[in-house]
């Protein structure tokens, strides 16, 4: 697709939203031949273990990431599950990325399985970001032996919206004279950052499509939704202005653990403690950040679920650190009122190292 001339004096941008298809299970199941063809859900699947991914075997059968593993056995009994295997899916997305930036410098990743690339300018001097988009799917099959689906506009909003709509393995172009028909035509649980109880609570007020949100005033939905109401009006016209921000900073690291059983004693619970903050000092060490608020999350055995949090006025530096405070945090509520079922640890404000340490040495001079 070759986006011609300019909106305003504005030039238009070619965005690409690349998404990996069932990225994790793909993997296990390319991995693995044995698991090819078969409904696979990866995660555990104890009492209390949770999908992480499913494959497109699975989904048929109402099989989805976030559902409990007992939910996901009932639907499909013939359902496999492979614990996941995170290093090995970091490995393949870095291998995808390192694709990526043969095109563009500007690479907004959002997880480890999809990104956008801004490629209005690219490295390859390329007119349509159609044929980049096209590119970089043969380029992933070849060397990963795995399958994306793309979707290029010329915002963000469209993009990620068509790449979900031809999945899997696809590609949807969404031109700038198509996007308003494009969007008004969608129900509004379909749009990117629209949840069901937010869906639920427009399809109150009468609104179930697109069009139905780009006939609201900007003013009426702030009304009902607060500032997010104004994203909302931009979206209904077509407009989304964010920029691709390229290594954008995570502004949190964390990691947490579901038990088998309940947990009320602080013996057995400050076990825990030091895998989840291991969990997260990797991720630190390897994106070289810190961090100056560490919080612990707790959730009952009634599913009530409750954070402590401290922050200090210099960065998290050492992890020894990081599991002391985790651990006061967690003396902090002794005696608990109730049994745990999940604990979690979590570091956020976070800073690159290189930024805290220049400013720690400008305080000493």
């Given amino acids: 697709m070759e986006f011609a001339g300019t909106v305003g004096e504005e030039k238009i941008r070619k965005i690409i939203h690349i998404d990996m298809d069932a990225f994790y299970a793909s993997v296990e199941q390319r991995d693995n031949p044995e698991l090819r063809g078969k409904p696979l859900a990866v995660g555990g699947s104890r009492e209390r273990g949770v999908v992480a991914a499913a494959s497109y075997e699975a989904r048929q059968y109402g099989v989805h990431s976030a559902m409990s593993s007992i939910v996901a056995a009932r639907k499909c009994p013939e359902l496999v599950f492979v614990k996941p295997r995170f290093e090995v899916y970091k490995a393949v997305s870095s291998q995808i990325r390192s694709i990526f930036d043969e095109y563009t410098p500007d690479v907004e990743p959002l997880s480890l399985d999809e990104a956008y690339l801004d490629v209005t300018e690219n490295r390859k001097a390329m007119l349509s970001a159609t044929q980049i988009a096209q590119e970089i799917k043969v380029r992933i099959r070849e060397e990963t032996q795995l399958t994306a689906s793309a979707g290029v506009s010329y915002n963000k909003f469209l993009a990620k919206l068509a790449s979900d709509y031809r999945k899997p393995d696809g590609l949807y172009v969404i ?103 291991d969990s997260v000092w990797r991720h630190c060490e390897r994106a070289r950040v810190w961090g100056r608020t560490v919080t612990l999350k707790v959730k009952y055995s009634d599913f009530q ?46 800073e690159p190292q290189m930024a805290q340490m220049s400013g720690q040495l400008a305080l000493r001079f």
């Avoid at 129900?187 to 109880?197: C, D, E, P, T």
């Avoid at 003013?219 to 921000?245: C, E, M, W």
């Fill in 175 to 277: 031109k700038p004279q198509q996007g308003l028909a494009f969007v008004e035509q969608l129900a509004v649980g379909q749009f990117h950052g629209i949840g069901r109880v937010t869906a639920a609570r427009m399809n109150q007020l009468g609104i179930f499509t697109g069009l139905d949100l780009r006939q609201q005033s900007e003013s009426f939905l702030i009304q009902q939704f607060g500032k997010v109401g104004s994203h909302y009006h931009s979206i209904a016209h077509a407009i989304d202005n964010r920029p691709v921000t390229a290594n954008r900073l995570r502004k949190s690291a964390g990691s947490e653990s579901t038990f088998d059983r309940d947990l009320s004693e602080f013996d057995a619970l400050s076990e825990r403690i030091p895998a989840m903050v």
């Fill in 305 to 350: 679920q409750i954070t402590r949090s401290r922050t200090l006025l210099q960065p998290v530096s050492e992890k020894a650190l990081l599991e002391r405070l985790a651990l006061e945090l967690l003396q902090s509520l002794f005696p608990l009122p109730k049994s745990v079922r999940l604990l979690g640890v979590s570091v956020s404000s976070l």
